[in-house]
Every structure is written in C-alpha cells, then in structure tokens.
C-alpha cells in the first residue's frame, strides 16, 4: 500500500518537472503503459494527434476533454481497438503497438459496463479466465466479487443487478486476468447521481487495492480533479498538458486548460508584454467605488461570485466570501477588480 | 387512457375483420344479384356464337354466385362442378356452354381432398358435379353417400355397364390404360404382363411411380381383384425387388426410359400421345399387359350428380352432354380413349393400336384400394 | 382498491380476448386431433411394421440436415455481411434474402430437371438433394433473424471480450452468437416448422415424411383416423422442439442496456474478399439466379410453343387473386398477432398455453388444417348461424380463416421475438409509471420492436403468397392464385408451364423482399 502511494508520488512529480515539453516525455522503465507520439487518423484526420504520456504501476490518470476531442479514440487506440497511423504503445515495457486487443492484457470498463447479459455475473467475470483451471478460476471469481464488495451475487444474471452493482462487476471483470492497465471510458456517466458517488470510492478503491494502473477517460472536470494521481486535458486530438491535479488547475500551459478546469479571467501582465496573468475568482477583490459595475451575482454557499463588467467592456467574475454579517454588493453598484491572491498570479502565453 | 389503447387495437382488428367481411360479402351477395353487370352471371344469355377469346376465358370461373341452401329446383343455367380431372378441361366446358347455354362454373383440385369437401359441405353444397381422374376416388365418395343415382337413358345407352357404377351414381367419360412401357432402343422382348415386370431380368432397369399416386394404388387395386391379395403382394414385391427407380411423373417417366435411365417402367399411355405430338421419333414404345387375360389395366375419368346438387337436372345435361357431344373432345383433350366405344380415339392414340381393357375391375377398383394401399405399405414400395 | 379491482378487470378481459383468438385459430386442428381419442390402432400397428420407421428415420434426416444447414448458412451469411466490407455487401445484402421469394416446390422442380442429366434420375431423388434445396430455399428465414440481432448488437461487448483474450473469431463464438441465440432460434423454428409440415418439395424427391404420410394414410384409405395420429406426432415433435429452447434460454436475458453502438465493419481485402463474395453470390446464383433462369426459358419456350391453355385465366388474373388472398390474410395475421402479443401476459402460466394453442396450426401440414378448417366450418354452416344463403365453407371469408390458422404462429413469433429484445427496464419503468399491460405494448414495445413487425408481417406475406394446399381446398369461386396455375400444371409433369405463374410468385416475392429490407433499413436509420 505504502509503495503503491510512492510510486505514484514520484510518477507524479517525474513529469511534473517537465510539464511543457509534452514530446519530451522519457519512456520510464517503470512504466505499466508507456504512450508515445500515437496518432489515430479517421478519413484523412488526425482524431488523435501525437499524444504521449506514461502511467506506473497503481497510478490512475484521468484524460479530461470536451466530447469529440480523441480521448475516447485515443484509449480505444491504446487497447487495440483500432489501428494507430504513428507511434508507440509499451506495456510493462513490451510493443504491443502491432499487437491485437486480445494479445495486449488490458482490462476495459465502458460506459454501458457491457456486461454479457447472456452469462450469469461469476460467468462474465471468469470470461477471461478460460486459460485457468476450475478451482483457481472460481476462487478468483470469489476475490473480485469480495474486491468490490459484491459477494452475493454470483449467480445472478446482470439484468438482476441495480446499475452500480453492474458497474463494479464490470470493473471486476475487466480486473480478473490481471491486466497490465485498465481502461475505463467514462465509467460513472451513465449512473444516477445520488449512485455515483459511492461507485466512484468503491471502483478507485478497487483499482488501488490491486495496485493496478489506469486509464480513465471523462468529461467530468471534477470527477478528473478530484480523483486522478494525474489529470491530462485533451482538445482537438492533443493532449495539451498532463500533471498532478493541483499542479494543472493552479499552473494550466494554456488558456485552453485553464478554463476547462475552472473559471479563469485573463489579465494583462504588466511587466511582461506577450504574458497573461490567470486569475481565478478567488484570485480577486472588489473594492468600493470605481469604473467598474456589477452586472450579476449568484450565491454560491461558500462565496457570493459577482460578475463585473470593467471599464474596458470585458466581464470578469469575483469570488467574495459570503458568512453571517457580511453585505453583499447589489447589481448595478460601482466598484474596482483587485487582485488579492495571496500568491503570485500564474502566468501564461496571452 | 389505458382502455382508450386496448380500444385502438381492436378498432384496427375490427377494420380488419369489416374487410374481410366485406370481401365475403361481395362473393355473396353475388348470388341473389341476377342483374349485376358482370357478364357471365346472366344465366339467360345463350350461347355467344364465340367463347373463345381471351377475356372470356376467365369467366367460368369468375361467376360470382355461391351457394344457395336449398336452391334445389332452381334451374337457373349456371351449375357448379368440382373436377379432380383438371388439364385441359376448361375448353370443353366453354364448349358445352356454347351448345346448351348453361353456364358452367367449376373448381379443380386433387380427387380425395374435393371429397373431403363435398362431404363436410354435405347438404349446404354449392356443386352439382363431381368430376375424378379416378375410378377409386368416385367409388369412395359413392359409398360417403354424397353422389345422386341418376335415371338417363342417354347415359345407360352410351356408357357401357362396366364403366358405370350399379347404382348409376357416376359414370365413365373416358378410359386411359396404364401399361408397359420399354425403349425402343434397347429391350427386344418386353415383359407382356404386370407380374413380367418383376422378373430379375430387370433389376435396376425398372421405373415406377411412388405409392402416393392414385394410379399407382388402382393399378395394384386392379391386380388384387384378377389375382387375389397374396399373388398380388408377391407380384409388387417382385417389382420392389427389382430396385425401381420411383418417379413421380408419367412424363418423367417416358423421359427416363428414352434417357437410358431405365429400360422398362409402367404408365399410362396418354402421356405418350403428348410425347409424339411434339416429338414423333420418341424412342419409347408401348406394350399391351395382360392381352391374353384379362387385358391392360385401365382407369377412367368420372363425373357425377351430388346428391345435394342444387341444379341436378344441369348436372345431368352436362354429364349426358359430355357423354355424346363432347366425348370426342373430352377424350381428345387428354389422348385419352374415350367411354363411348362407338366414338373414335384420336388420331395419335389409334396409332397405339387396339388392345383388351380389364373393364369388369373398373368398378371394384374402390372397394380394393385400402387393400391396394396396405399391399404397397407391406412390400416396401416407395 | 378500486384501481386494483379495475386492474383485474382489465387484465381479466385482456385474457379472455386473448383466449378466444387462441381457441378460434386451434379449433380446427384440434377437430383433427380430437380422433386421437379413439385411436385406430390396427393402422397404426401396420404403420410401425412397414413405413413409419422409415418416415421417422427420413424426417429426422431432413430436420436435422436442414436445420443444420439453414443455421449454419444463414447465420454466417448474416455475419458476413453485417461485419465485413467487400466489394458488392451491400447489394448482396438484399439479395441474400431473396430466396424467400422462390417457393420450395418451384426450385424442387426445377433442380430437379436441371440436376437430371449429371446426376441420372435416380440420383436426383435424393434426400441429401431435398435438405439442399430446402436449405437454400428456408434459410434466408435464419439470415434475417441473424442479421438484425448481429446489427442489434454493440461493438463494445466484441471489444470487451477481445481485452480480455478472445480473438476476432472466439468473440464471435463466445459473445455475438451466444447474444443472438433467441433471434436465431427464432429463425430456426420457423424453418423446422417448414420442414416438418412441407408437402410440396419432399413429394418432388421421393423423400417419405411424416407430412408425406399424413397424406399418404388420409387420401390413399380415407383413414382419418390414422392420418391424425400422424399428425399428432409432427405436433408433438414441433412442440420438443420449441420447448427445448425455452428450456435452455432459462432466466437469461440477451439484450444490453445502454447505447447501441453497432458493430464495427471489417473492411476485407484480396483473397478473402473474392472469398466472400464467391460465396454470397454462389448461394444467390444456387437459390434464384438459376432457377429463374430456367423459368424464363421455360417461359419463352412455353409462349414460342403456344402452352398456355391449362388454366382458365390469364397472368393479371391469377395475380390479382393472390395478392388479394395473401394481402389480407396478412393483415388479418398481423392484426391478431400484436393483439395476441399485447395482450398476453408474459408472467402468467396459461401464457405459454394459449401461446402453443394458437401457434398449433402452423405445425402441422398445410392439408390437415384445410381439411380440419373444413369440417368446422361446415359445421358453422349446417347450424345455421349465418344469414341465409352465406356459406363459410367456399367463402373468401373461410379461406383467410384457414391461411390465419396456419400462418398467425409466424406473425406471433416474429412479433413476440422483437418484443422480447425491447429491454425489459424499458418495459419496467414504463409500467412504474402506472402504464397497464396493452399501454405499454403499444406505446413502448411494439413501436420499439417496429422493424421486426414489418420482417413478420413480409414473412406471412410471402408464406400465404406461396401457400397451395390451403387455397387449393378452399379457395371461393373466382380465386384462382398463381401457386394453383403452379400445380395445375406441375401436378401434369408440365414444367415448362409452370414457368410463367412460378416467375409472377418471384416477382411479388422480390417485391415483398424489397419492402422489407427497405422498410428495416429505413427503421435502423431512423433509430439511430
């Protein structure tokens, strides 16, 4: 468990010191899956374009992306799925770029969990087991289903399972010959939200305790923030930046990134011409009086966010704290956009 | 809501069903609709000089008319016949229509299944005729109870006592022989009786027609009544014996032989008559069976009153009509010989020449065909 | 409360519709059955010492052998062209299913005297040769079944299989085929129906079925009797067989939820491109190509000879009267199979009853059920019912009756088979909604299972367009089809005027085909 986190740290902060050269990626000797330059090109296009990135042993990465930007064609790239133009796909340091899907030990996990509905739950999670006799093939059944804690339900048929319950057998399945990686292609999405939490712990839960690697694919910024050792953001076929959760939200590569993860406004950086300064609505202040005037606001809990129309035109939004005593502005009052980070702002290309 | 659905469903079921009623409707309603403007249902129209074109020829069977329960008596000129004995047929019924003006619609089908329908029909049915391509199939519907005796001199005069039942309740219109058949080619000395037919001497060079075939059953039938049922077991076991070849078609049967398929078969001669007529260098001659005995067995074409004919005295006509007047062409349509030995064959059959006919088992052939049936169950015959 | 007792209501009255169509469309051959009360056991003694064994032997050879054949290249057809891309898929698509269009008793024929001169007369009359031409004539009904489960089917549960080390080909035994099995049992069922109850093609071959025989004992002794036990046993086989899939289907279920993807397309290449259409168009050339060649030249030949005079009526003739019969015998199949299907209530035992009762006529031979339609309807007839003067016997009305009675069983399982791959949690949460039984069978099954509909409706369509011993016993005056110049003609040995009336059945046949697939292209579009 210990070096399960360790691994992952130190993964982490390997690619973390070279966050802007995406090509210059090292293929680490540790690595479980090892991606580089993989192109897909679907009628003369190039849906995935160049991606490399690697992921080690008990690390999940969590490619985020606007529906349609390759991340989806990209994992199908990795598993075989379909062909690649160019490029290299390593698993546990081993080309499998030539190999099909069933040569390649990947799990996968869809969206539709695909269960076999004609084979009954310890029938789809030994599928890939036939290469194992009886006693070892039931007993691994018996392990996974303890794994995500369905003990009871082997001999039911899916259609017998609620959608979570689907899910995890889905998950244990995928888990069951051991793969070298797991590939989840928005797995949560088609769950109910008042489910889905609990889903989520129990399957990353699960991908720990197996120290397996994974690759997980969603459109869910949150999901991707809040449960990825690594989070890569793709648009149009590339993926623009990979990095730790925090490492991506707080020091986006471009504006692209900055604003898919969150809401950001862009301010011009004084010193240095060509530099934007990025600034998250708690980055800011209002201060009374001013060119500036509130245009909308919206209680938010934690914080009122205003929307402040500058005396250039442009709009921004400002987090202010909320709390018993305090006055929030009204629309149409005059004030001034400070900055009141704390920490210098992150700066990136204009 | 719901009950508005279930509604919706059987509304469209019930449109279905109003179509269907509708559609039996107009075939029945056609009956007492005398005056509807479709030509054929105007029984008073005598003889057009000329039935024979194109359009006309669908309207014996276009009549509209159906089934009148006890219409019995009501000699309107339409009558309704059910014929087993179906090639060629409609021309001589034109034909018959041009000479007396009575209408004659008519419905073919297979002998045994026309029975099964006039006996469930029983006193509700529309037909006044029953026409078979043969003689055990009239017999059997003889003993249902389902055909009239008839009192017609013009029949007694002219079909000879073997071709009609006792009690004058069908009648012979025509006879075909079934027969030996070789090619012309390879066999010097046929076989001259229906047990010759099983010598060794033909193992493997035997055609013969499957059991199914009624002709099959009668021609059996017909060596039960001259040779009692166990010589006739061994002669068909004898045939079995030989390997036949089963064909189920006479045609195909001729062919065989001309083919080198095999050297000798039995069937009917008509068949060669069609045959010559479009080839006459057919390499296949006939042998007459059993010419110093009892002769060739022969079966018959029949027709007779229903006994619940609505229009027995059309029905009558027509059977007389085609006992004189239209024998010739009765006969002719098919090569087949016809009842009346006093009218010619035609030109292609005489060339068969003449041949004795085993007449008197006409009449048994019924009554001998379960038997004929389970003596082709006990040996084998296909 | 009120609702509950409202709700038995419904659903009691919905059981009783549902009954009362079971029953009319089973009278008549349980009118057949019913002398099986008194059991003529000295035919029946004779039959076992002579020419049962062999009947027995000869339809278990046929059955077998076809349903082998037709499972085999029906469902392979169906995966080539649903999963492959070669040169002229699409086109063959379509075509694969045009064997439907050619009745068995046409092809029969005509092979029959095409095979004559290289294989000898007696080697044509083979039953290897009958289960051939059955095989290519009956598949099409395994084809279409196959092709819409293999489109039904997500590329995700191929791609799950394969990440987990099957390859290409053990996907497809362990997954795809395994997840069709309902519609390919469908299929299947169809074709052994077929087989078991044909008259027409096994009669061409010398080949001695238990069908052969029901005829053979009825019309040869007039032992009705006799020929229904027969009959029974053709029932009671079909009965094995049907059981024996449910058995084996058990609580399984074999639709997915989630989105349908459909299956990735393999684009083929080279050898294994001129393979696959080699064999798409051999199995085409084998089953329609050929023969409508012949027919054709049959055709010429028949008009060159002036052979036209052995029916009453010409070609519009004849055509008008088989469109119509099996125009609305269509309608009224389809018509009484949703309402069977809608309202028959799955969970309930008596289900699976009336289901078998009412499906009862397609299992046994085209003759019996005339005969039995017959002697019922007569009996209708002789109570008196009816206005004065109306006949069910003879009437348009009794004939649709009769082609209802033998064809409803196709509609139903087309119908309910379509139902039974909507997804059930549809079905479910419809009805948590409060929806009753026929609500959620009109609203939410029958137009989810739309294509499959039309695909049973066309089937009946093309089976009554086909059908002879039915129409031939009970067809009114005025009604002659076409399969009746057919047997007018082929019941004399004279092929070749058989062609011209064998050629129209082709034609409406293809015709029919292409509404269908036209009908379950457009439906998958709009879908999707």
Not at chain 1, 80 to 85: F, H, M, R, S, T
Not at chain 3, 172 to 177: A, C, G, I, Y
Request: proline content about 5%; glycine content about 8%.
């Amino acid at each position: 468990m210990n070096g399960a986190t360790q691994t992952r740290f130190h993964g982490a902060e390997a690619t973390a010191t070279v966050p802007d050269s995406m090509d210059a990626t090292l293929e680490q000797p540790d690595a479980a899956l090892s991606v580089s330059g993989v192109t897909r090109r679907i009628a003369g296009r190039d849906v995935v374009d160049q991606v490399s990135f690697d992921v080690t042993d008990g690390e999940l990465v969590i490619i985020v992306g606007p529906s349609g930007c390759g991340k989806s064609s990209l994992l199908r790239a990795i598993a075989g799925l379909d062909p690649v133009a160019a490029g290299r796909v390593l698993l546990d340091g081993r080309d499998v770029t030539a190999l099909p899907p069933e040569k390649r030990r990947i799990g996968l996990v869809f969206q539709d969990h695909a269960l076999f509905p004609h084979l009954r739950v310890e029938q789809n999670i030994a599928f890939g087991l036939s290469h194992l006799d009886r006693a070892v093939r039931a007993r691994r059944v018996h392990e996974l289903l303890e794994l995500v804690r369905l003990p009871g339900v082997a001999k039911r048929y899916p259609h017998e399972l609620s959608g979570g319950e689907q899910q995890r057998i889905a998950l244990a399945r995928a888990l069951a010959p051991d793969p070298a990686v797991v590939l989840l292609d928005e797995p949560f999405a088609s769950l109910d939200p008042s489910l889905r939490d609990d889903v989520r712990t129990d399957v990353i839960e699960a991908l720990r305790l197996r120290n397996a690697a994974a690759v997980l694919v969603t459109h869910d910024r949150e999901e991707a923030l809040a449960l990825g050792d690594r989070v890569a953001v793709m648009s149009n076929g590339q993926m623009l930046q990979i990095d730790r959760p925090e490492e991506i939200y707080e020091r986006p590569s471009d504006r692209f990134v900055a604003t898919f993860l969150g809401e950001a406004s862009f301010l011009p950086d004084p010193d240095q011409p060509g530099l934007a300064m990025m600034a998250r609505p708690h980055d800011l202040d209002l201060a009374p009086r001013g060119d500036d005037v509130v245009t909308a606001r919206r209680y938010m809990g934690a914080a009122w966010r205003y929307t402040v129309r500058r005396s250039d035109g442009s709009l921004i939004d400002v987090d202010l704290p909320g709390g018993p005593g305090t006055k929030p502005l009204a629309i149409g009052d005059a004030c001034t956009v400070t900055i009141d980070a704390g920490h210098p702002l992150h700066r990136l290309p204009a | 809501m719901i009950q508005k659905h279930t509604h919706h469903l059987l509304g469209s079921l019930l449109v279905g069903a109003l179509v269907l009623g509708a559609c039996g409707s107009d075939d029945d309603s056609g009956s007492s609709d005398t005056a509807s403007p479709d030509l054929t249902s105007t029984p008073d129209t005598t003889s057009t000089p000329d039935t024979t074109d194109a359009t006309d020829r669908t309207d014996p069977v276009e009549t509209t008319a159906t089934t009148e329960a006890g219409s019995t008596g009501d000699t309107s000129g339409t009558i309704t016949v059910y014929t087993g004995r179906h090639y060629g047929i409609e021309p001589v019924f034109e034909q018959f229509t041009a000479d007396t003006g009575i209408e004659v619609r008519f419905t073919t089908g297979n002998d045994p299944e026309l029975r099964e329908r006039l006996i469930a029909e029983g006193a509700n049915t529309p037909a006044d005729v029953v026409m078979t391509a043969d003689a055990a199939n009239i017999e059997l519907s003889a003993e249902a109870g389902i055909l009239a005796s008839v009192e017609s001199d013009v029949l007694t005069e002219t079909i000879p006592a073997e071709l009609r039942s006792e009690a004058n309740d069908w009648f012979s219109l025509s006879q075909r022989a079934r027969v030996i058949i070789a090619s012309t080619e390879r066999v010097d000395n046929p076989p001259t009786t229906y047990a010759g037919v099983g010598d060794p001497e033909w193992q493997g060079k035997l055609c013969l027609r499957p059991s199914t075939h009624p002709y099959t059953q009668s021609l059996v039938a017909s060596l039960i009544i001259a040779e009692g049922e166990e010589r006739a077991t061994e002669i068909v076991q004898s045939w079995v014996d030989n390997d036949p070849l089963y064909i189920n078609s006479d045609t195909d049967i001729y062919n065989a032989v001309a083919d080198g398929e095999c050297d000798i078969a039995i069937a009917n001669t008509y068949y060669l008559g069609r045959l010559l007529a479009e080839d006459p260098s057919f390499p296949v001659g006939i042998v007459w069976p059993e010419q110093d005995g009892r002769g060739a067995h022969v079966n018959v074409s029949t027709a007779a009153v229903t006994a619940n004919a609505p229009n027995p005295d059309g029905a009558l006509a027509l059977i007389e009509w085609l006992a004189t007047d239209g024998q010739q062409q009765f006969a002719d349509a098919n090569f087949e010989y016809p009842a009346d030995p006093d009218v010619e064959p035609n030109e292609i059959v005489l060339g068969f020449g003449k041949f004795t006919a085993d007449l008197p088992a006409v009449r048994q052939l019924g009554a001998n065909q379960p038997a004929a049936v389970g003596v082709l169950s006990a040996t084998g015959y296909e | 409360m009120t609702s509950t007792i409202s709700q038995q209501a419904r659903s009691w009255s919905s059981t009783a519709l549902i009954s009362a169509i079971a029953l009319a469309v089973s009278v008549p051959v349980l009118v057949i059955v019913w002398s099986i009360v008194q059991p003529s056991t000295d035919v029946w003694e004779e039959l076992w010492a002579t020419r049962l064994p062999g009947m027995i032997r000869d339809t278990a050879t046929l059955l077998i052998t076809v349903l082998v054949g037709t499972l085999v290249l029906g469902t392979s057809l169906g995966w080539l062209v649903t999963a492959y891309q070669f040169p002229g898929r699409r086109l063959l698509g379509w075509l694969l299913v045009t064997p439907l269009a050619v009745p068995g008793y046409v092809l029969g024929f005509v092979w029959l005297d095409t095979l004559q001169e290289p294989l000898g007369a007696r080697g044509v009359r083979s039953i290897w040769l009958c289960a051939l031409v059955l095989t290519i004539t009956l598949y099409p009904y395994v084809y279409l079944f196959a092709r819409a489960a293999f489109r039904e089917q997500s590329q995700r549960s191929i791609d799950v299989a394969r990440s987990l080390g099957c390859s290409r080909t053990q996907a497809f035994w362990r997954v795809v085929l395994p997840m069709a099995r309902p519609s390919l049992a469908g299929g299947v069922a169809l074709v052994g129906m077929e087989v078991l109850t044909d008259v027409g093609t096994v009669r061409l071959f010398n080949v001695s079925t238990i069908a052969d025989g029901v005829l053979r004992v009825w019309f040869g002794t007039g032992n009705r009797n006799a020929a229904a036990e027969l009959a029974v046993l053709l029932v009671g086989i079909a009965i094995v067989l049907i059981a024996a899939e449910r058995l084996a289907r058990g609580r399984a279920r074999f639709t997915q939820s989630g989105s349908r993807t459909g299956l990735h397309v393999e684009r083929l290449r080279g050898g294994r491109a001129v393979g696959a259409s080699v064999i798409g168009w051999g199995v085409f050339t084998l089953a329609v190509a050929l023969p409508v060649y012949r027919l054709i030249t049959w055709a010429i030949e028949a008009r060159r000879t002036d052979q036209t005079a052995t029916v009453a009526g010409d070609l519009g003739f004849h055509l008008m009267s088989s469109l119509r019969v099996a125009g609305i015998a269509t309608l009224s199949c389809l018509a009484l199979g949703l309402l069977f299907v809608a309202g028959l209530n799955r969970r309930h035992i008596s289900s699976t009853m009336l289901a078998r009762l009412a499906t009862l006529g397609y299992t046994v031979p085209g003759p019996v059920v005339a005969i039995g339609v017959l002697v019922t309807l007569a009996a209708i007839d002789r109570i008196g019912w009816l206005p004065d003067g109306w006949l069910l016997v003879g009437s348009f009305v009794g004939l649709i009756y009769a082609l209802v009675v033998r064809f409803l069983a196709v509609a139903y399982q087309g119908i309910e088979s379509s139902v039974a791959k909507v997804s059930p949690s549809v079905v479910a949460s419809a009805r948590t909604l409060g929806a009753g039984r026929f609500r959620v069978a009109t609203r939410i099954e029958l137009p989810l299972a739309g294509a499959g509909i039309i695909a049973a409706s066309v089937l009946v369509a093309i089976d009554t367009l086909k059908e002879l011993p039915i129409t031939l016993i009970l067809r009114p005056f005025g009604t002659e089809t076409l399969p009746i110049w057919v047997w007018q003609a082929t019941s004399e040995s004279l092929w070749v005027q058989a062609a011209v009336p064998s050629l129209a059945i082709v034609a409406v046949g293809m015709v029919l085909v292409a509404v269908l697939l036209w009908t379950l292209e457009h439906g998958a579009e709009t879908v999707s």
